[in-house]
């Protein structure tokens, strides 16, 4: 039973801070890649952040780079995503999902990943 759950999601003011954690169960996350996607209300979804399966390279939007620091712990079977300084633009189901390939970095083509978790909700506003 292969799955990833997203958590940390929530209502946060603007310039606010939250931590989005993606744990994987019924494999070991540290043989692929995971990406960060989001999508808004009546929108696309968008790639936001990859993390490569050693951690060793990184990847992010132009709309969150700077803002937002994605990181892995193998050991816990766990990429995060830190957001700071979030905007009103921000507000989102945030998803994680694994990349489909072994891979030395990584990408946010959704075409690239197979599986994907539930989301959660990241609400900026006032």
């Known amino acids: 039973q292969v799955q990833l759950v997203e958590s940390g999601g929530g209502l946060v003011q603007p310039g606010g801070s939250l931590r989005l954690s993606c744990a994987a169960s019924?494999?070991?996350?540290?043989?692929?890649?995971i990406g960060w996607f989001r999508q808004a209300p009546g929108k696309g979804r968008e790639g936001v952040s990859c993390i490569s399966s050693s951690g060793s390279y990184t990847y992010y939007a132009d709309s969150v780079k700077g803002r937002f620091t994605i990181s892995r712990d193998n050991a816990k079977n766990t990429v995060y995503l830190q957001m700071n300084s979030l905007k009103p633009e921000d507000t989102a189901i945030y998803y994680c999902a694994q990349d489909a390939a072994f891979r030395r970095g990584c990408g946010v083509a959704d075409a690239e990943y197979d599986y994907w978790g539930q989301g959660t909700q990241v609400t900026v506003s006032s």
């Open positions: 019924g494999f070991t996350l540290d043989y692929r890649a």
